[in-house]
C-alpha cells in the first residue's frame, strides 16, 4: 500500500459500500454534527475507499461510513473519495489507525479557542460540533480557569495579595467538566467563592477534599 499519488476522484453514492468490520460506532449528537457540518460545510474531508474486492465497480468504504450515511440521506449523487489500493489486513489496519489517531484535543485548548471564536460565530458555534449546549458550555467555562494557583488555608479565607500558592495541575476526563460546574454552583451557592476564577477553583478543591474526608469546611 503507497501513498505517493492518492487518487482523488467524485464516486457516485450508490457505488459505495459499508465495509462489514468497522467498529466505530457514533452517539447521536456525533451523527446530528456530521449533518450539520456537512450541510453547511459540504464533504470537506473525503471518505477514504478501495475497490471492492468481491463487487465489480463498486467502492468499499474504509473510512468515512458515516459520511456516506449522511449524504444517502441528503441524496447526494456523488462524494469526494480518496481511492487506495488495500488488502484486507491493511484495509482493516487502516480503518483502525483512521478512527483511534485523530487525537482528542487539550480541553484547556480547546476552550480557548472556541473562547476566540464565539464573539463572531454567536448562536452558529455549536453547529458541526458534537457536544451539547451544557457539555460546550463546560468546556468554554475551563478556558477562564488557571490551574496554577488556589488558596490553601480555607474556603472563604481571604488570600493575601503576595501571600503563599501552591501550583496544582491536573488532567480529567471531559465528561468530568459538567460534574465541575455542577460543583461550583452548589458549593458557591452558601459559600463566598472569590471572584478569582483561579482562587475559587482552589476553595472548590478544599470543599471536596474536605467533605470527602469528613472535615468543616
Do not use: C, Y
Amino acid at each position: 500500500m503507497t501513498f505517493d499519488k492518492l487518487d482523488v476522484r467524485e464516486v457516485s453514492v450508490a457505488k459505495l459500500d459499508p465495509n462489514p468490520w468497522n467498529p466505530n460506532r457514533m452517539d447521536d449528537r456525533t451523527m446530528e454534527a456530521t449533518r450539520e457540518s456537512i450541510a453547511k460545510h459540504g464533504f470537506i474531508a473525503p471518505v477514504t475507499v478501495r475497490e471492492h474486492p468481491d463487487r465489480k465497480g463498486r467502492f468499499q468504504i474504509i473510512d468515512g461510513e458515516h459520511r456516506w450515511k449522511v449524504a444517502q440521506e441528503m441524496k447526494a449523487a456523488a462524494v469526494p473519495v480518496v481511492v487506495i489500493a488495500a488488502s484486507d489486513v491493511e484495509a482493516k489496519k487502516l480503518t483502525i489507525i483512521l478512527n483511534e489517531t485523530r487525537g482528542q484535543a487539550d480541553t484547556a485548548e480547546l476552550g480557548m479557542l472556541l473562547a476566540e471564536i464565539r464573539p463572531e460565530l454567536g448562536d452558529e458555534l455549536g453547529v458541526g460540533l458534537r457536544w451539547t449546549e451544557s457539555e460546550l458550555d463546560s468546556i468554554l467555562a475551563v478556558a477562564q480557569d488557571d490551574w496554577s494557583s488556589f488558596d490553601p488555608d480555607g474556603l472563604n479565607d481571604t488570600p493575601p495579595a503576595d501571600g503563599d500558592f501552591t501550583t496544582l495541575q491536573i488532567r480529567v476526563p471531559d465528561d468530568f467538566l459538567p460534574l465541575w460546574e455542577q460543583a461550583h454552583e452548589a458549593i458557591g451557592e452558601d459559600a463566598d467563592l472569590d471572584p478569582d476564577r483561579r482562587v475559587a477553583n482552589g476553595q472548590v478543591v478544599m470543599r471536596v477534599v474536605r467533605s470527602f474526608l469528613g472535615e468543616k469546611g
